[in-house]
């Protein structure tokens, strides 16, 4: 059964999936299409979500009460990571972003009606409500929309998650959305960063310690994987981390147990774990470098993170939802991305990703001292480092030099978009 109340497109649906020999049955609405379904008593129905009247996503629910083992795929234009998260979650087996190629829809229909015959109970029956509550993940990319897609079904069990992708592509995003939308998002969300600490802290920071374990160990502490509860333990850049830490990583994911440092009775943890990693795993793998076991530990699933330069179709939405965060953040009213400063943003090749994006904005916004960031507002690419000397001290001068020649002089917002105070900057300077 196909829902959609563009008569054009029913038309085409239906002519293509007759002709690859399914039997169809068309409703121009979803009040249309619960009326007739339990006499067509369909294997699949596919649903448009944006409607008059009842939505698909509502069609969805009310399927899922009234009746067990039909597959529901949805599609919509309005390709988001809401509607897409809450298909998945709600229980649909795909999710389809208009406009929709009829071969890709007869494939996904001989896909279905494939897996149903393999599967004489059908799809899982259960539903649950969602509520977005992280508007951070932006794009209609069909990368990010398979993206949004996992993110659903992973919110509904707690496999472990390996999430890949260049630094600033925005992984911890994607970790705290499955986290959030979860049957434990109210347990803790820790984020620890893998090269922030040596061995010994990072093993404190998770396991904990006890009384004496190591210099400075003045009292007994708890760990992470104790505090989290059942909540998520995000392990960032994990593919930094030395053999030794991996070795104790690995313990505690297959016996869900852990040593806190010093301590001789074992704990245990219900902590789900999701660790991120912008290096290439198989090839530390090969250096001895990184344990294989480990590998396939934590990439029970795996979400490969597009870089920004492989979805520029995405920038202009993304630039134009962190303006928000912009002007929280300088204090400036700027509302709007000009067209010849938004055709820079296309142009380049953006090697640090969304982060750099975002910083590339929070500076024009400063420059910019009016409501729009134009094209001179703009400045693209590494401008801290330009000769053959490489110190940080020449590189921290330069840098701040030109942050305060693109501010006209002003110390105030330079400070500002340093993330400094104003001492520390007279100091620098």
């Known amino acids: 059964m196909i829902v959609d109340d563009d008569k054009d497109a029913l038309e085409v649906y239906k002519t293509r999936l007759s002709h690859a020999g399914f039997d169809v049955e068309v409703a121009e609405s979803a009040e249309q299409a619960l009326s007739r379904v339990k006499k067509f008593d369909p294997g699949l129905i596919v649903t448009d979500v944006r409607m008059s009247g009842m939505t698909g996503l509502e069609l969805l629910s009310k399927i899922r009460e009234a009746m067990e083992g039909v597959y529901v795929v949805v599609m919509t234009g309005h390709d988001d990571m809401e509607t897409a ?37 059908g799809p899982d029956t259960e539903t649950e409500e969602i509520t ?34 260049e630094t600033g592509t925005g992984k911890e995003v994607i970790a705290r959305a499955i986290h959030q939308h979860s049957a434990f998002s ?18 404190s920071e998770l ?15 708890k760990g992470y994987f104790e505090l989290a509860g059942a909540g998520t333990i995000f392990l960032d850049e994990i593919g930094d981390t030395s053999p030794d830490f991996q070795t104790k ?49 934590l990439r029970v699933v795996e ?19 962190l303006l928000g965060r912009v002007r929280e953040e300088t204090h400036r009213e700027v509302y709007r991305i000009s067209d010849a400063a938004l055709e820079n943003l296309l142009s380049y090749n953006w090697p640090g990703n969304i982060r750099e994006l975002e910083n590339a904005l929070m500076r024009g916004a400063i420059v910019a001292r009016g409501s729009v960031i134009g094209e001179d507002h703009l400045v693209l690419g590494d401008h801290s480092v330009t000769s053959d000397d490489l110190t940080l001290d020449l590189a ?31 100091d620098l300077l």
């Open 249 to 297: 990583l690995l313990r505690v994911l297959q016996e869900r147990s852990f040593y806190p440092v010093g301590g001789e009775e074992p704990k245990t943890t219900h902590a789900r774990v999701i660790a991120a990693t912008h290096q290439p795993v198989e090839q530390l793998i090969k250096e001895g470098r990184f344990r294989e076991d480990l590998y396939f530990r």
């Open 303 to 321: 979400i490969v993170v597009p870089p920004l330069r492989d979805r520029p179709g995405d920038i202009p939405l993304i630039a134009s939802a």
């Open 207 to 221: 396991f904990g310690h006890t009384k004496g374990s190591f210099t400075g160990a003045i009292s007994a502490r």
């Open 85 to 121: 998260v809450t298909a998945m979650k709600s229980g649909a087996f795909d999710f389809l972003v208009k406009p929709v190629d009829p071969k890709a829809l007869q494939a996904l229909a001989e896909r279905c009606f494939r897996e149903f015959n393999e599967d004489d109970e």
């Open 186 to 203: 109210e347990e803790p969300f820790i984020a620890v960063n893998c090269t922030a600490l040596t061995d010994t802290l990072l093993e």
């Open 132 to 165: 977005l509550r992280s508007g951070q993940l932006i794009g209609r990319d069909p990368k990010m929309v398979e993206i949004y897609k996992t993110i659903g079904v992973l919110a509904r069990n707690r496999a472990t998650v390996l999430i890949r992708g």
């Open 396 to 426: 921290i001068t330069r840098h701040v030099q030109w942050v305060l020649a693109q501010c006209s002089g002003d110390e105030a917002a330079a400070a500002e978009l340093l993330g400094i105070t104003k001492k520390k900057l007279k």
